[in-house]
């Protein structure tokens, strides 16, 4: 049988790699991707042994259950919190005083559902205040700090929650700890939220001040159920892949966007669908034997998660989860059947794989929070009919001028950016025709940090 070459693929590949296609002009040449090194010492400083032992201490305090007790001081939600606060303040004090830690409280009414009394809730925060005061940006990963049993309204029973979340928190712990003494421009907030299980009551609290205060915030990156890498059902062991889902459509869409959306064939142009691109591009950069794969959907099919909030409030979110979950150790009361262990415990994750799935989320943290804000006004030109595409756009208002800009090209049946050219104006003319392919534009400094990519609407 003779095998035939994929030369689209393979052109894509050498694009990717810096090779160049077009010869270069002075404003526009083919970019070669690079490494920070800044960047790279910090995912290797991530530890797998120091996950695994903050995933079994989160373990030891029984049960996290959102209706626990928030009186003890060894089991229960509210000694989960209570240690979680004490650990981020440990790593805040590497931060020259600019990471503040903060146990954001707030009530929940009695929803005749999965709260049946008015409850405190909490969720815990690390704030590294961002170094630049005309940038007001923020960037938040998180994960989710109570646990469940089998019966989401068990709040008595053992509920480890190991993988579902305790590795997610885990993960944010770990990241706000190596990078609490670095400085970054934009400001990077590290959360534990409370309630996920009861209805994703922490992630809404945050996601509506976040909205009610006018925060800048460009990207969410929420990791839930991400440290184990077997499925017993399907028999399938792989610690190289792990999913990104992003949603297509804007949940908060007016009926103008949807209408120039459907215009522009840009049903797969959502901005958390590019921070997904993004994370994809940027984490296995950095992060070695790592395939992200992106899922086409808000979540899990008929499941949703903390980055929902988010997206609900017009925000750019997105949410990681590993490739294979394994449902004997999801959702289980602690207990063996027949010879066989259920319940959600920590023997059945994988580290390594979380330490890996930790450098996908700083790598890309870091990389959006050193980037300049991202373009503004971003534009292709119309009023002529032409095989070529000319785009224009404006500098950022706020925070450090960006060193040039990155013009981004796909395919319109391609999934992922395919080419990308580096361009010192605020103006490009490509020799492709807009008809056939999609556009978008970065803002990019002078190390290579990249903003997310901004599509360009019709301008005559």
Known sequence: MTIKPNFKALLALFLLAGA??????????????????DIKKMVNELSAQNLEQLVRKMVSFGTRHTLSTTTSKKEGIGAAREWVKSEFEKYAQASGGRMTVEMDRFVIKADGRRVPQDTEMANVMAILKGTDPNDNRVIIVGGHLDSRATDVMDAKSKAPGANDDASGVAMVMEMARVMAPKQFPATLIFVAFQGEEQGLYGSTHLAERAKKEGW?????????????????????HDNTKVRIFSEGTPAN??????????????????PSRNLARYMELVGEKYVDQIDVVLVHRTDRFLRGGDHTPFNRQGFTAVRMSEMNEDFDHQHQDVRK????????????????????????NLASMASLGWAPAAPEKVGVLTSNLT?????????????????????????????????????????????????????????VDKDGHASLPVLPAPVR
């Not at 800048?216 to 059902?233: F, K, P, R, T």
Request: hydrophobic share 30%; no cysteine; proline share 6%.
């Open 387 to 443: 095989n070529k595409t000319d785009l224009q756009w404006n500098a950022p208002a706020k925070g450090a001028k960006p060193a040039g800009y990155y013009v981004l090209m796909r395919e319109t049946s391609s999934p992922n950016w395919e080419k990308r050219f580096y361009v010192t104006d605020t103006k490009a003319t490509l020799p492709y025709s807009k008809d056939n392919y999609f556009f978008a534009v970065q803002s």
């Open 253 to 270: 869409e007016t009926e103008e966007q949807a209408r120039l959306r459907k215009l522009l064939g840009a049903e797969n142009d959502s």
């Open 337 to 360: 059947e027949d010879g066989k262990q259920y319940g959600d415990l920590p023997e059945f994750m994988d580290f390594e794989y979380l330490r890996k799935n930790a450098g996908v």
């Open 20 to 37: 160049p296609i077009l010869t270069p002009t002075p404003s526009i040449a083919q970019e070669t991707v690079r490494q920070d090194d």
């Open 216 to 236: 800048n915030l460009i990207a969410m990156q929420n990791n839930d159920i991400v440290g184990n890498s077997y499925s017993a059902e399907t028999g399938l």
